[in-house]
């Protein structure tokens, strides 16, 4: 997956289109990430005086389909990403400019 976690990215397609965020979690099994402040849900949320929780209804974000993001690069905007090597090390590479995306390195 060419998507990392504190990534910036575009939302491309769905009701959320044209929004950018940063990636908080990706999950690999299901091909989804969660972006902050994108595919905003409503959760009814039940009291626990334990945890010192109040109940209501709480938005959050939910899982969006890592085919409906762009990686956004920071001199051209959403880009596709490609890979070289550099040394032992595999690092990701904007399409369009082909300057090396910031991330953590593989």
Do not use: F, W
Not at 36 to 42: F, N
Not at 79 to 95: M, S, T
């Amino acid at each position: 997956m060419n998507i990392q976690r504190n990534d910036t990215v575009q939302v491309i397609a769905g009701r959320d289109k044209g929004k950018q965020g940063r990636v908080l979690r990706v999950i690999k099994d299901t091909d989804r990430v969660l972006v902050e402040h994108v595919m905003m849900v409503k959760k009814n949320i039940r009291p626990n005086p334990q945890k010192n929780i109040k109940g209501g209804i709480a938005e959050q974000e939910a899982p969006i389909a890592v085919s409906n993001i762009m990686l956004v690069c920071p001199s051209c905007g959403p880009v596709r990403v490609g890979y070289k090597a550099d040394g032992d090390v595999k690092v990701r590479i904007c399409r369009k400019c082909g300057n090396n995306i910031a991330g953590k390195k593989k």
